[in-house]
């Protein structure tokens, strides 16, 4: 793995993610339920953000891929026709002595890790969540919460052939909850029973499939580059034969360095004609594509970039915290990139005065229909500026008793954490601008581009 500094404890994750809002214990009041989570209103903000830039880059900026929403519960065919029924399995010990579970695959002794004591022989444990439709609890109704987002995109391909007229290569992109009843959790958000996905399955004529291949791979790691995450903090692992999923030719994983060591982040695998394969002979429905400029038909091949946001989610939040001594003081700040940051701006008074206060809310106003903004009044401007950090908000829009003569506020950015003044009338397009990567002394006003030094010729008419 290349050399890096060490990462950040994850115990310093948590304590931040609960101390400000990000993640909290599911049911909590009742003593939490393992291995659940709930986005604070911090988390589910960049969260949100998360999946936006995902769906933004994966399907709003191409022109070909398309977007599905594809339900939770399906059919008892399509898990049966995928192979999730019959080997959707992990290896089971318990340990004879205390009744702890693992995965056999995961342990790396033959004793229990707790206690010491002798273990079973491995039994296969399938992880899917088992249900029943309707008012009887009998054969004919049971049901299976999806654990991948996935089959229900398969399913739909000739749906959403026919539907939208497109012709190969061409993708189908989702978004959405799965569920594994997984053996053993842990890691905080990174392997739970309730998770998040972003799948898109990439339809390719036989025979292009390295090329597509080897495009996503390239395509899925420089996103997570251009979104802030350390180029050393993510590497490869190359499926062997041994280690592929039933339906792979072959597999790569993007792996990123998590406070708990290096782990999956994303897997694109080249599935083959296999999903497409079952599902015609299981519903007996033809899933063929016909090539007009070929006159052929075939079954398309499949790429499929499949990423987890409660990973994804980690990896940004891990990558971007550090401890920085700023006029003495050591700060915690999250650089997020600003498209992830839950709030885009925070409006600061400089004091509770009320003609200070119902200018600041004002600016709150007017900014606040463009982006998720915070007001913040408690406290002196440099723990405000310190929470705001600590949050990731990459710019902190002050109000001062001299922005009721001028008409100007001074704007502080994160990560430098340098300042500005700039006129009110021109905040909404600054902000924008630095927002869309615009250095933070250089902005437009009036027609015009001004620079450190002349913002008195910048002010409002």
Avoid at 38 to 58: I, S, T
Avoid at 206 to 228: C, H, I, M
Avoid at 248 to 267: Q, T, Y
Avoid at 327 to 344: I, Q
Wanted: aromatic residues 12%; hydrophobic residues 40%.
């Amino acid at each position: 793995m290349p050399e890096t500094t060490p990462p950040v404890p994850m115990e310093k994750l948590v304590s931040l993610c609960q101390r400000r809002g990000f993640i909290f214990q599911s049911s909590d009041i009742y003593g939490g339920l393992a291995s659940c989570w709930d986005y604070g209103p911090l988390g589910v903000a960049l969260k949100r953000n998360l999946k936006e830039a995902w769906w933004r880059a994966m399907v709003q900026e191409r022109e070909d891929v398309v977007g599905l929403d594809a339900a939770i519960l399906m059919q008892a065919k399509v898990w049966e026709a995928s192979g999730h029924v019959a080997g959707f399995a992990d290896p089971l010990v318990e340990c004879k002595q205390c009744h702890l579970r693992y995965r056999a695959d995961e342990l790396k002794a033959d004793k229990c890790p707790a206690c010491g004591g002798e273990l079973t022989q491995p039994r296969m444990f399938n992880l899917m969540f088992k249900t029943f439709m309707g008012p009887v609890e009998d054969e004919a109704s049971i049901t299976y919460l999806r654990p991948e987002t996935a089959q229900g995109i398969f399913v739909n391909f000739e749906n959403v052939l026919n539907t939208t007229r497109r012709k190969l290569p061409f993708g189908i992109a989702q978004m959405g909850k799965s569920f594994r009843n997984e053996i053993t959790t842990g890691n905080f958000i990174f392997r739970s029973r309730e998770f998040e996905q972003m799948e898109l399955e990439f339809f390719i004529k036989p025979g292009t499939d390295e090329a597509w291949f080897r495009y996503w791979v390239n395509e899925r790691l420089n996103w997570y580059v251009k979104l802030g995450i350390k180029r050393e903090h993510l590497d490869f692992h190359v499926h062997e034969h041994r280690e592929l999923a039933h339906y792979a030719i072959s597999c790569h994983d993007i792996i990123f360095r998590f406070p708990h060591g290096w782990a999956e982040l994303e897997g694109i695998a080249n599935r083959g004609s296999f999903d497409l394969v079952q599902h015609a002979k299981h519903s007996g429905k033809s899933l063929d594509y016909y090539d007009e400029d070929t006159k052929e038909h075939y079954v398309p091949y499949i790429i499929e970039p499949s990423a987890g946001v409660d990973r994804s989610f980690l990896a940004f939040l891990s990558d971007s915290y550090a401890e920085e001594v700023a006029g003495g003081e050591t700060r915690v700040v999250l650089h997020l990139h600003p498209s992830l940051a839950p709030y885009k701006v925070a409006v600061l008074p400089l004091s509770r005065r009320e003609q200070l206060v119902t200018a600041a809310k004002q600016v709150w106003a007017d900014l606040r229909r463009h982006w998720l903004v915070v007001y913040d009044d408690a406290q002196s401007i440099g723990r405000r500026y310190r929470r705001q950090d600590e949050i990731g908000t990459p710019y902190c829009v002050t109000i001062d008793f001299q922005s009721l003569e001028d008409g100007q506020v001074t704007v502080r950015e994160r990560d430098a954490m340098d300042q500005i003044r700039v006129p009110i009338a021109a905040l909404k397009t600054i902000i924008a601008d630095k927002l869309a990567g615009e250095p933070l002394f250089t902005f437009t006003h009036g027609g015009q581009i001004w620079k450190r030094g002349e913002e008195e010729k910048a002010k409002a008419p």
